[in-house]
């Protein structure tokens, strides 16, 4: 078996649109690396003006538990849902405040291949906020149209198990498919396939920023 590339993060941010957006995409690897480094898990909308999902910040407060993250590493904005576009500068301003307060070495962002609106302007202001940061780009299926993860880490069976015990706290997404444990292990068993690892989660590359040392 070849050797894995080694990458690390003293600090690692992951931002996200919505609530669940983060543990959908990055779960396994939260799980992974939460007791390894130092991060922040940033989610620029609460979904509060819908009464339907009035639970859900707290469901994310649970969820970033299991994954072994603190509240005090969470933080979670008030922009409205659908209509980031039209808060560009705000949500730009946004993520500023968190580069410049916790300055990470890794960024994730939504994949530039998702659909929503919300999710792409995350993605867009994130890559204008962090130009010499190395930024990867994470899937949340159900909004996605031609994701392929170039990039995959190989997690564990616990972070699995994590990852599918994190969503499971979304109780006001019982009914949805994309919570259903059978496809969340699927998605991992195939990137874990696609690195001939038995789990991996994907991402596809939006910056890497790298310096070659062959002195090791």
């Given at each position: 078996m070849?050797h894995?590339?080694?990458?690390?993060?003293?600090?690692?941010c992951?931002?996200?649109?919505h609530?669940?957006?983060?543990e959908i995409?990055?779960?396994?690897?939260?799980?992974?690396?939460?007791g390894?480094?130092d991060?922040?898990?940033?989610?620029?909308?609460?979904n509060?003006?819908?009464?339907?999902?009035?639970?859900?910040v707290?469901?994310?407060y649970?969820?970033?538990?299991?994954?072994?993250v603190?509240e005090?590493?969470?933080?979670?904005?008030?922009?409205e849902t659908?209509?980031?576009?039209?808060?560009?500068?705000?949500?730009?301003?946004?993520?500023?405040?968190i580069?410049?307060?916790?300055?990470?070495?890794?960024v994730?962002?939504?994949t530039?291949?998702?659909?929503?609106?919300?999710?792409?302007?995350?993605?867009e202001?994130g890559?204008r906020?962090?130009?010499?940061?190395?930024?990867?780009?994470?899937?949340v299926?159900?909004?996605?149209?031609?994701?392929f993860?170039?990039f995959l880490?190989?997690?564990?069976d616990?972070?699995?198990?994590?990852?599918?015990?994190?969503?499971a706290?979304?109780?006001?997404?019982d009914?949805?498919?994309?919570f259903?444990p059978?496809?969340?292990r699927?998605?991992?068993?195939k990137?874990?396939?696609?690195?001939e690892r038995?789990?991996?989660?994907?991402?596809?590359?939006?910056r890497?920023i790298?310096?070659?040392?062959?002195?090791q």
């Open positions: 070849n894995d590339m080694t990458f690390y993060g003293k600090r690692v992951f931002f996200g649109a609530p669940d957006d983060i995409g990055c779960g396994a690897l939260i799980s992974h690396i939460a390894q480094t991060l922040r898990v940033v989610t620029l909308s609460d509060q003006k819908n009464p339907l999902l009035h639970d859900v707290e469901e994310h649970r969820s970033m538990k299991v994954l072994g603190p005090d590493k969470i933080i979670v904005g008030n922009f659908r209509r980031f576009p039209q808060f560009r500068q705000e949500i730009l301003a946004f993520i500023l405040e580069r410049n307060t916790f300055n990470p070495d890794m994730f962002l939504h530039k291949s998702d659909l929503h609106q919300d999710h792409a302007t995350v993605t202001e890559l906020a962090f130009r010499g940061t190395t930024v990867l780009g994470y899937d299926i159900r909004s996605s149209y031609g994701f993860p170039h880490v190989e997690v564990n616990l972070d699995v198990q994590k990852k599918i015990q994190a969503l706290e979304y109780h006001t997404y009914d949805k498919y994309y259903d059978d496809l969340t699927s998605i991992l068993v990137n874990g396939a696609l690195a038995k789990f991996a989660e994907g991402f596809d590359i939006l890497i790298g310096a070659f040392n062959c002195n």
